[in-house]
């Protein structure tokens, strides 16, 4: 045998491997369990393999709640959330939830296959033709693409490390079809993969950073404490806890920030929100920012008096983002907690009892006022008597996650019910955006394994109710509570031109729990509060998919739930 034939032998022996295997290693070399996603092409057969490989692929009926769950499951698990899109159309349905997770610093990869790059560059006119990376860069923290297998290993730790460092946040990897089948040699390829080690390093403050927090918090006269989702998203419970008790400060959580500490510690200030805001002098935030949920820090909400900021962030451009920020604390959220608890020292003075006095007396009357509202049985039902069930429920099994959207649906579930643990409460998030229900639910269950309870308004609920066939193909614990109003904020409104129906309302007195039937759950039609608690109870006890549309008063809602004063008005009368 002539040498050269030799050499074609052995080369035609050698291992080989592809673009598919390629990405589907480098993943699972970096812990990744989980994929959101819609199959089709270019990507189906890479989602078939992956599942043979061992990782979890979950197929939805939208791009957009399959983001969505990827989405929260980076909040929930600080590892990126991946989701996968097919070109053009699955790519831009993803897009939605990747800037809802940029926005939301929330670590999410979005992996989509793309159309062949020379003919999209050239604008030929390809299957599902769009230049995606193009569109996703200034929607997310980073984006990549992937041209050759050898650079499979490098892009995806890149994706990776950009999506959970610093303050987290949406990447985009482009995966052009011609890559899934691109060989290359086994033992070449493997070499090319790479561990992402210390993936989030610490960011440690700066001593002189905290000194300055500690002064300003010691000389306060009625100092609060802000936690947001940030706090949340930081896992470092058991050292905010000590943080809020050992200062003896009343703390005020952010809707995500709920059950860090119990909604009903002693030190809670939820119940009191208009007077801690307006009456405070100094204000720590702990991973919460002073954007529109806060007012900017600023205006009518805050009062007349003074105010001094620390703000605790990993970003150092959110510093001074609205007003000035008297003390800076920049720095992962865990080290900052711990530094300054331990700056604390012995001696550190409790907060003036006359301000614990104002803040507890406010509460309490607060609290006290409420309490006959939620015991009501009205009948249609309203949101207190509603909610006040489902309070008690949540109170009974305070390690269910509750995901929550809609307008009153929302602010008056987020101002009812109590949480009592961490990462329990996930919602609408900083865009108020619909449509985050049920890929939440499929999510939160997915990676926590624990029973998931949906509050939805009508309207809400419309956005991702297809996914109920998700639910119950994967026969997820996942009990949906819908809030049937008609319509948005009300089923009341009249079209004064008498022809179609007005543009917030819906279907008159619509059957939703008829929906999940169709699936093989459980629906329930619940009119009273009694109704209600029994078949949420069942549901939650046999972890059986359930729908319960819960009939409320049509009039019931007000527009625009708690934030009506951001509709624009005219100086002209309204027509
Ligand atoms: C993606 C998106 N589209 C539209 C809106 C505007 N919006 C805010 S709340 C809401 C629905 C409110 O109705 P519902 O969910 O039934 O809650 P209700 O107040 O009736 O309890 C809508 C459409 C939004 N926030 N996000
Ligand atoms: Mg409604």
Known sequence: MSAELKNTDASAEREMTDGFHLIIDALKMNGVETIYGVPGIPITDFGRMAQAEGIRVLSFRHEQNAGYAASIAGYLTKKPGICLTVSAPGFLNGLTALAHATTNCFPMILISGSSEREVVDLQQGDYEEMDQLA??????????????????????????????????????????????????????????????????????????????????????????????????????????????????????????????????????????????????????????????????????????????????????????????????????????VAALLAGLGKDFPQPPAEWITTVTSKRDENVAKMAPRLMNNNNPMDYHGALGVLRTIVKERPDAILVNEGANALDLTRGIIDMYQPRKRIDVGTWGVMGIGMGYAVGAAIETGKPVLCIEGDSAFGFSGMEIETICRYRLPVCVVIFNNDGIYRGTDVNKAGTDPATTVFVKGARYDKMIEAFGGVGVNATTPDELKRAVNAAMDSGKPTLINAVLDPAAGSESGRIGNLNPQSALKKK
């Not at 499979?152 to 959970?164: L, Q």
């Not at 100092?223 to 000590?242: E, H, M, R, T, V």
């Not at 009343?250 to 920030?257: A, D, K, N, Q, V």
Request: glycine share 10%.
């Open 135 to 336: 569109i996703a860069k200034p929607l997310c923290k980073a984006a990549y693409r992937v041209l050759h297998a050898a650079d499979i290993g490098i892009g995806i730790a890149r994706a990776i490390r950009a999506a959970v460092s610093g303050r987290p946040g949406g990447v985009y990897l482009d995966l052009p079809a011609k890559l899934f089948g691109q060989v290359m040699d086994a033992e070449a390829g493997r070499k090319s993969l790479v561990k992402v080690i210390d993936a989030a390093p610490a960011q440690i403050p700066s001593p002189n950073s905290i000194k300055r927090a500690l002064e300003v918090l010691r000389n306060a006269k009625k100092p609060l404490i802000i936690l947001g989702k940030g706090a949340s998203y930081a896992q470092a419970d058991d050292d905010i806890k000590a943080l809020v008790e050992k200062t003896g400060v009343p703390f005020l959580p952010m809707s995500m920030g709920k059950g860090l500490l119990p909604d009903t510690h002693p030190q809670c200030a939820g119940a009191a929100r208009s007077t801690v805001l307006a009456q405070a002098d100094v204000v720590m935030l702990i991973g919460a920012r002073l954007n529109w949920l806060l007012s900017h820090g600023k205006g009518k909400t805050w009062g007349t008096d003074p105010k001094k900021f620390i703000h605790i962030d990993i970003e150092p451009k959110e510093m001074d983002s609205n007003v000035e920020i008297a003390a800076p604390v920049v720095g992962d959220i865990g080290s900052c």
